[in-house]
């Protein structure tokens, strides 16, 4: 009998910087990664809507998995939904994705911090709580961006990216105010680390650029039970699409993750 897993899901491939850090950290747990592509992009969804197929779609998901844990590896998914999964399914802990404003405002030297994230998680009270909780003396600038989790799911699966296109969606994110600068950038989206380099060759300045990643990671290795001793179990992980379709070029972006498809 297989182990139970910990479950991943975010609406495509953005969640797979997460997977990457938690198998760094857990090396023998097994994983069901879900990429919800039927439901991508979020950003766009009405609120309501999108709360109600994400409960729905973890009811699924938990009664075909087992899992021990399940990760929200989405910052709107997380902002939007996390209260209603916790309340929906009061035994299974969550674990959510949220900006990484705190840090980001610890760091700060020049008090000028952007936060680059999908329009949902931009107009999310939740966000402006964070900001009023812990960066409260720093000026945040909030930028939306339409295109980068599409554009980030084009690279990955097409190994190119038009960096024109990037340069255009992370320019709102440097401000300059009386001798100073944006100094850092948070990463509110999973899907916007796999195009940190070409964020950083095409940026006006240098910016330490947050990736929320490993501290989401690193969430849920500190909230799951011990690995039972005795001879290791069987270890075999997995991705499901949620469309129910997997071409070549997303089965081959999976195994090279250690995914089956």
């Known amino acids: 009998m297989m182990a139970r897993p910990v479950l991943m899901l975010d609406s495509g491939v953005g969640g797979l910087t997460v997977l990457r850090e938690a198998r760094v950290l857990m090396p023998d ?15 766009g969804w009405e609120e309501t809507a999108l709360r109600g197929r994400l409960v729905d779609l973890f009811g699924r998901l938990i009664a075909e998995h087992d899992p021990l844990i399940c990760v929200v590896a989405c910052n709107t998914a997380s902002t939007l939904s996390l209260d209603a999964l916790r309340a929906a399914f009061p035994a ?13 405002a610890e760091r700060t030297r020049s008090g000028l911090v952007s936060v680059l994230a999908t329009p949902g998680t931009v107009k999310r009270q939740y966000t ?20 980068l989790a599409t554009l980030a799911e084009a690279y990955m699966r097409d190994g190119f990216v038009d960096e024109a296109a990037v340069r255009a969606e992370i320019e709102p994110c440097f401000a300059e105010d009386s001798g100073r600068r944006t100094d850092i950038v948070v990463l509110a989206c999973t899907h ?14 240098p910016v330490d650029w947050l990736d929320p990643a490993e501290a989401i990671a690193r969430r849920a290795l500190s909230i799951l039970p011990e690995t039972p001793g005795g001879e290791p179990e069987p270890k075999r992980d997995i991705a499901v699409f949620t469309s129910g379709e997997v071409d ?6 999976m195994q090279g993750f250690g995914l089956a498809c």
């Open 29 to 43: 747990r097994r994983f069901v990664y879900v990429a919800d592509d039927a439901g991508f992009p979020y950003g």
């Open 92 to 104: 299974m802990p969550f674990v959510g994705t949220v900006p990484a404003i705190k840090p980001a």
């Open 128 to 147: 402006r709580d964070l900001i009023q909780q812990w960066a409260a003396k720093v000026d945040v600038r909030l930028v939306g961006s339409v295109a």
């Open 192 to 205: 916007y680390p796999f195009l940190a380099n070409r964020m950083r060759k095409v940026a006006p300045w």
């Open 248 to 253: 070549p070029l997303k089965r081959r972006l």
